[in-house]
């Protein structure tokens, strides 16, 4: 079993029940999420052994949110227990024209006070097949920003492949400070995997006319852009997903990816066109399907597939996690996308 380690924050999520607004809101369904936990999860899920770095106030939420990542086989070794509280974010869900909200309540949580040496690196990456982390980490804070780099070079060190979602957060820091931290952080990763803003918002690199709000990708423009990354930073693979927002219910989705073995001239993923139940987390449940299929599959085209069918599926399941089996991706992978119902 190939050890994977993630580091980052998880997040009390309370969203409002259904499809109602905040304001309209009674109470709030309370579950857990972030970007690299909702990556651990789904790894974890496909069989990997998974393992989140990242630090929790001892109390009882804290508790909770381990306990939660533990329901799902996520190793908790080294998870840090300290600091006074648990990062919490609001989410309203859109239908049709109506936008999706998100409000952080995440200034001084526990993991951004997290000390650079507050675990043992060489010991998280001993015998570790691969190491993932994203933008919004090192957009919480200076001192995880510090962490995200010795991470990476404990992760290089111990020949761990290294990826990076580079997932911008407006409402975090801005496109100079993300890119000051980001550009220098590209050194130590080997796979790039971005979206329609973020090669822009993180590295500074624009998608040419691509207008996601319209719907309308400009896909040369996204295969000139992985070229200019995979030149510029010496990525082994650049990923891109490709998404077309027709509503705030209904969008396309497929992705591309360009490497060095079987995607060398670029590779467009099939297509889907998704009636979005929650498409918070569909980033992360893209990033840890490539991860399992470079892990796993016999070519880059078939692990560029597991990961947009396995991000299709997460946008039919309310929450951050992506909680469905290697099979079940295969399926649609394959072809079989009708829905029916299986008796």
């Not at 998280?124 to 995200?148: C, D, Q, S």
Request: proline share 2%; with cysteine.
């Amino acid at each position: 079993m190939k050890k994977v380690v993630t580091f980052g924050e998880i997040m009390l999520r309370l969203t409002s029940p259904g499809f109602t607004r905040f304001v309209q809101a009674q109470q709030f369904d309370a579950t857990y999420g972030g970007g690299e936990a909702n990556v651990a999860v789904a790894l974890s899920n496909y069989g990997l052994e998974s393992y989140f770095v990242s630090r929790l106030p001892k109390h009882e939420i804290g508790q909770s949110a381990v306990n939660h990542l533990r329901r799902y086989g996520v190793k908790d070794d080294f998870i840090v227990r300290d600091g006074d509280r648990v990062g919490i974010y609001f989410l309203e869900t859109g239908a049709s024209q109506r936008a999706s909200k998100v409000i952080y309540d995440r200034a001084n949580s526990a993991v951004s006070q997290m000390e650079a040496n507050a675990v043992d690196w060489d010991a998280v990456f001993a015998n570790a097949a691969w190491f993932h982390w994203t933008g919004i980490t090192p957009a919480i804070g200076e001192k995880p920003r510090l962490a995200v780099i010795a991470a990476c070079k404990a992760a290089k060190a111990a020949g761990a492949t290294i990826s990076c979602d580079l997932n911008f957060r407006k409402k975090l820091w801005t496109e100079a400070e993300a890119q000051a931290t980001m550009q220098p952080l590209m050194e130590y990763v080997d796979v790039c995997i971005a979206n329609e803003e973020d090669a822009e918002k993180s590295l500074g690199l624009k998608a040419g006319t691509t207008d996601v709000d319209a719907a309308e990708l400009d896909e040369a423009a996204y295969y000139q852009v992985a070229k200019e990354l995979k030149k510029k930073y010496d990525f082994n693979t650049v990923a891109i997903t490709l998404r077309e927002s027709f509503s705030a219910s209904d969008n396309g989705w497929s992705a591309m990816l360009l490497d060095e073995k079987d995607c060398s001239d670029g590779y467009r993923s099939k297509r889907y066109e998704i009636r979005l139940v929650d498409r918070v987390g569909g980033g992360d449940s893209f990033a840890s399907g490539l991860i399992y299929g470079l892990l796993s599959k016999p070519n880059t085209k078939e692990a560029l597939e597991f990961a947009v069918a396995a991000s299709c599926l997460k946008q039919t399941i309310p929450g951050d996690f992506n909680l469905v089996s290697v099979e079940e991706v295969d399926k649609l992978a394959k072809g079989s996308g009708s829905g029916r119902v299986e008796r």
